[in-house]
């Protein structure tokens, strides 16, 4: 397949655990890799040196986009964009309460994502996208639900221009239904670099290993029976 007829997918790319093995998914279905992560003003500002890391892992460093949405720090309304209000620290995994719609919860976030993700990949001529929703362990995000994402393609088929003419970009969820074991199980087997990605809130060079995130990205890896290769405070 020559260059112009490869087809191309955009990944939403935080560099975290889950959107990393989202990049790996696409490279394993074919796909040349547009990697696309967005500055929010997010707290846990190490995620976006992280996925700068991982696209030049996968080698698409020159595709690499870094969307600046920091209106949605001015916004707030969430532990992630503002400093006043606290990441909950959590026991243990089991505590992680998925029936409530946590502070961490960032209004409108992956609405506004995959919004500019289409726009991104109409432009660039890709058929996909490429999200790390996930409905099983999913902290209580209502963005991260099937029918979010139901919804949100429909949108993009009567919206874009390439819907209309019957070739709709599709978002693709390879994680929808795995658990964060499944998750790490998959992505190991693909040779993903989770070396390089963080999943902790708090944003430190060392993650903290007590917020909702790092908790069920643990859990992930204890019940994969792997080690996580990152550091964690003592």
Do not use: W
Request: hydrophobic share 40%.
């Amino acid at each position: 397949m020559s260059k112009l007829e490869e087809k191309k997918a955009v990944i939403i790319l935080s560099g975290g655990l889950d959107s990393t093995t989202c990049m790996g998914f696409a490279k394993e279905a074919g796909y040349a890799l547009y990697p696309i992560t967005f500055d929010y003003g997010q707290r846990h500002r190490i995620e976006l040196t992280n996925a700068r890391k991982v696209a030049e892992f996968y080698g698409v460093a020159q595709r690499y986009k870094e969307v600046k949405l920091g209106f949605l720090r001015e916004f707030g309304g969430s532990a992630l964009t503002d400093d006043a209000i606290d990441v909950p620290k959590v026991a243990d995994e089991a505590d992680v309460q998925e029936s409530e719609i946590p502070v961490t919860y960032v209004p409108g976030r992956n609405l506004m994502f995959l919004s500019i993700a289409t726009s991104y990949a109409e432009a660039v001529g890709a058929e996909a996208i490429y999200i790390g929703v996930n409905a099983l362990d999913y902290s209580g995000y209502p963005d991260c639900r099937p029918e979010f994402i139901a919804k949100v393609q429909e949108v993009m088929t009567l919206a874009t221009r390439v819907g209309v003419e019957g070739k709709p970009i599709t978002i693709q969820t390879p994680l929808l239904d795995l658990t964060k074991a499944d998750i790490v199980r998959e992505g190991t087997r693909m040779g993903v670099p989770y070396e390089l990605t963080t999943s902790c809130y708090n944003g430190e060079a060392e993650a903290c290993g007590e917020c909702d995130s790092c908790r069920l990205r643990l859990k992930g890896f204890a019940e994969a029976g792997r080690v996580d290769p990152i550091s964690y405070k003592a």
